[in-house]
């Protein structure tokens, strides 16, 4: 298996191999066209060249920032608000009709508890995936491996820990079901 085959079924990695620090340089590159044009259809077909697939019809506010870009999947009718931070070592699966407010974090990396092994420099990472329909407010934060169902909302500033099935409003830190939508 090659480092990147490793990062993205979250295995340990080194994130410094070759083919991964280009695949960030390409990133950067994309990330500065990106967050510099004005254009929202110019931004928009940015995003479905970088993307690893998008649907026909998205739109995302700048600033954006991530890793690859490449691992991340968005479905049709997805809009992002400003300041964006898509971290993906491991894939970022959106379904359709999602909306993400504000200042929210999708953060798929891990590193090993263990001192020894931390500073080694292997990571690891676990995915993200948001079924149809998914609202999150502002300034929420989605950690490594969790999914999200059909129809969840995600209160403000709420910190999503752990996964959540279909129809939930979720809220708090660490998120929690406060109610279920009919």
């Known amino acids: 298996m090659t480092e990147r085959d490793k990062m ?3 295995q340990p990695y080194n994130p410094a191999d070759t083919e991964l620090t280009n695949m960030r ?3 950067r590159r994309q990330m500065k066209l990106f967050n510099q044009e004005d ?3 110019k931004r ?3 995003l479905k060249d970088w993307f690893g697939a998008t649907g026909e019809n998205l739109y995302m506010e700048q ?3 991530c890793d690859y870009g490449a691992n991340i999947y968005v479905g049709e009718n997805f809009y992002a608000n400003f300041n964006q931070t898509f971290l993906d070592v491991c894939e970022i699966r959106i379904g359709d009709n999602v909306m993400i407010g504000p200042n929210c974090q999708l953060l798929t990396p891990l590193h090993p508890l263990d001192p020894t092994e931390r500073n ?7 995915p993200i995936t948001f079924g149809d329909n998914v609202w999150l407010a502002g300034g929420v934060t ?4 969790v999914t ?3 129809n969840v909302v995600v209160g403000a500033g709420s910190v999503v820990t752990k996964s959540f099935p279909d129809n939930v409003v979720l809220a708090g830190n660490p998120a929690k079901v406060i109610k279920t939508i009919d």
Request: net charge negative; no cysteine; proline share 7%.
């Open 120 to 126: 080694s420099g292997l990571e690891y990472g676990a």
């Open 8 to 10: 993205i079924a979250g």
């Open 39 to 41: 254009d929202a259809t």
């Open 63 to 65: 600033p954006f920032r």
């Open 44 to 46: 928009s077909s940015l």
């Open 148 to 150: 999200l169902g059909n």
């Open 142 to 145: 989605i950690l490594p491996g």
């Open 25 to 27: 340089l390409h990133a």
